[in-house]
Antibody, heavy 121, light 107 residues
Framework: EVQLLESGGGLVQPGGSLRLSCAAS????????MSWVRQAPGKGLEWVSA????????YYADSVKGRFTISRDNSKNTLYLQMNSLRAEDTAVYYC??????????????WGQGTTVTVSS | DIQMTQSPSSLSASVGDRVTITCRAS??????LAWFQQKPGKAPKSLIY???SLQSGVPSKFSGSGSGTDFTLTISSLQPEDFATYYC?????????FGGGTKVEIK
C-alpha cells in the first residue's frame, strides 16, 4: 500500500523558515515524480512544486519561486520542501503527493494526510 | 497559466440524484484533466485521470468526459458518502492548475 507521511509543519514568524518532509513507502520512490500541493484555510487547492524521480528536474509555482526549494533523498525515500522568507499567505495545509505521469504531464494520484504551516507573529 | 473554471461552485442534491459538474479550461488541454474528491478535514482523493479514466478502486458511479476545453464529472446516483467538494485539475502544462471546486451538499 502506498503511504505518504508529511511532517515538519508548525507555527513560524513572517520571514522565517521551515522544512517539510514526506516519508514515502509502498512503491519504488525513485521511479516517480513527486509534488507538493497546498490549501489555505477555507480555500481551494494550489499546486506548489514538483520534482522528477531522479531529482534532476524541478518546477515551482510563481508564488513560491525563489523562496521554496523542493528536493528528495531517494536513499531515504523522502521528499522535502525547504520554505524560506515565509509570508502570511503561505499559511496552509501542505500535502505531499505521488505523481502519475504520461511523458511530462503529471497529476497527483496518491496524497498524504497533510501538515499545517501557520505563518504569524 | 491555464485557468480552470468549475461550475456550479455549489449544488444541493438528494440521495439517488444524478449530478454533473463541469470544468472549462482557458485553452486546450487535450485530455490532461483530473478530478479529485475532498471531504472536510481530509486529503484530496484522485477519482478520474486523463479526462475519463477511472482511478483504481473508485466506484463506477463516477465518470468523466470531455476533451480540449470542456469537461464533465458525473455521479450517476448520489450516495451519502459522495457529499464532498470536487476539484478538476489540468496537467497539460506547468504549472498544473485547479478549478475553484464544487461543493456537493445534501438537499
Amino acid at each position: 500500500e502506498v503511504q505518504l507521511l508529511e511532517s515538519g509543519g508548525g507555527l513560524v514568524q513572517p520571514g522565517g523558515s521551515l522544512r517539510l518532509s514526506c516519508a514515502a513507502s509502498g512503491f519504488t520512490f525513485s521511479s516517480y515524480a513527486m509534488s507538493w500541493v497546498r490549501q489555505a484555510p477555507g480555500k481551494g487547492l494550489e499546486w506548489v512544486s514538483a520534482i522528477s524521480g531522479s531529482g534532476g528536474s524541478t518546477y515551482y509555482a510563481d508564488s513560491v519561486k525563489g523562496r521554496f526549494t523542493i528536493s528528495r533523498d531517494n536513499s531515504k525515500n523522502t521528499l522535502y520542501l525547504q520554505m524560506n522568507s515565509l509570508r502570511a499567505e503561505d499559511t496552509a495545509v501542505y500535502y505531499c503527493a505521488k505523481d502519475d505521469c504520461s511523458s511530462t504531464s503529471c497529476y497527483e494520484d496518491v496524497w498524504g494526510q497533510g501538515t499545517t504551516v501557520t505563518v504569524s507573529s | 497559466d491555464i485557468q480552470m473554471t468549475q461550475s456550479p461552485s455549489s449544488l444541493s442534491a438528494s440521495v439517488g440524484d444524478r449530478v454533473t459538474i463541469t470544468c472549462r479550461a482557458s485553452q486546450g488541454i487535450s485530455n490532461y484533466l483530473a478530478w479529485f474528491q475532498q471531504k472536510p478535514g481530509k486529503a484530496p482523493k484522485s477519482l478520474i485521470y486523463a479526462a475519463s479514466s477511472l482511478q483504481s478502486g473508485v466506484p463506477s458511479k463516477f465518470s468523466g468526459s470531455g476533451s480540449g476545453t470542456d469537461f464533465t464529472l458525473t455521479i450517476s446516483s448520489l450516495q451519502p458518502e459522495d457529499f464532498a467538494t470536487y476539484y478538476c485539475q489540468q496537467y497539460n502544462s506547468y504549472p498544473p492548475t485547479f478549478g475553484g471546486g464544487t461543493k456537493v451538499e445534501i438537499k
